[in-house]
């Protein structure tokens, strides 16, 4: 195994960004410095005590030809779709929405005052899965395994780490995704795979990955070619994301809430949403709560 050191390809900063109703949200890929990630077309991160910043929600919308991925880490958000699935994401729940070939959904505060804290990242599917059936699962944030090591602590939230497994497995992308926790002064190393693209972003304390500081709220787009991530972190100790997926290499054709691989599948969606044609099976539900 290559234990090189992973070096920083890129470190983009959040931009505030009004999105759903007004809410305030804080973007790293899906702006133009990083349009898109293959396979991730997205990161939106909410994190304000302001309930004018996050209170208009995300009223109903459309999705088709991805998957979503919301990760509460504070407060509590409503979701409703065309399906008839139904959850309440509180502290450290997390769900998985594969859209594919059309779903309505919205996603509401259900809290008037408080912080507001998550994340919603955007995972493009290949062209033979976007038009497939779509899936919905939710689960507690007691579902989710945790590993405990000395120098830091491993939320595993999608993938696996270490002997651990979530209950979110994606067989098509093959995303991992962690919340970790590092110690002050601490290191985290993990190795990265040679076929993915892998990316961090860093939303408690500081630290350094190598040599170069990197500043809260921002991502770091990694250079994956079979090499280890190794981040120190700073005094106050530091908290991240951590994620990878294998790129799909196909073109990505976006109009809003539709991704597709061709500007005619984007006239098909628009069509079939204003005819009311767009959502065409009920989702399957898996809840653990």
Known sequence: ???TTA??????????????????????????VIRNYDPFLLLDHISSDKPEDYLAGFPSHPHR????????????????DSMGNSGNLGPGSAQWMKAANGVIHSEMPKQQNG??????????????????????????????????????????????????????????TDVSYFDVRIHPGKHFQHHLSAQHHSFLYLFEGDGQLQHQTVALHSLVALNSAGETLDFTAGK??????????????????????????????????????????????????????
């Open 115 to 172: 912080l507001m804290r998550g994340f919603q990242l955007w995972i493009n599917l290949p062209a033979m899965h976007k038009m497939d059936h779509p899936e919905y699962q939710e689960y507690a944030a007691e579902a989710f395994p945790v590993v405990d090591a000395p120098d830091y602590q491993v939320k595993v939230l999608i993938g696996g780490f270490a002997d651990v497994q979530s209950p979110i497995v994606d067989h098509i």
């Open 65 to 80: 030809g991805f998957v979503t991925f919301t990760y509460m880490l504070d407060g509590r958000m409503e979701h409703q």
């Open 7 to 32: 070096n920083a390809a890129r470190v983009i900063p959040a931009v505030a960004v009004p999105e759903g109703a007004g809410v305030t949200v804080y973007r790293t890929i899906g702006m133009p």
């Open 236 to 289: 106050k100790g530091a908290r991240l994301l951590v994620v990878s997926g294998k790129p799909i290499g196909e073109p990505v054709v976006q109009y809003g809430p539709f991704v597709m691989n061709t500007r005619e599948e984007i006239d098909q969606a628009l069509q079939d949403f204003q005819s009311n044609r767009f959502v065409r099976d009920r989702a399957w539900t898996k809840h653990k709560q």
């Open 1 to 3: 195994m290559d234990t």
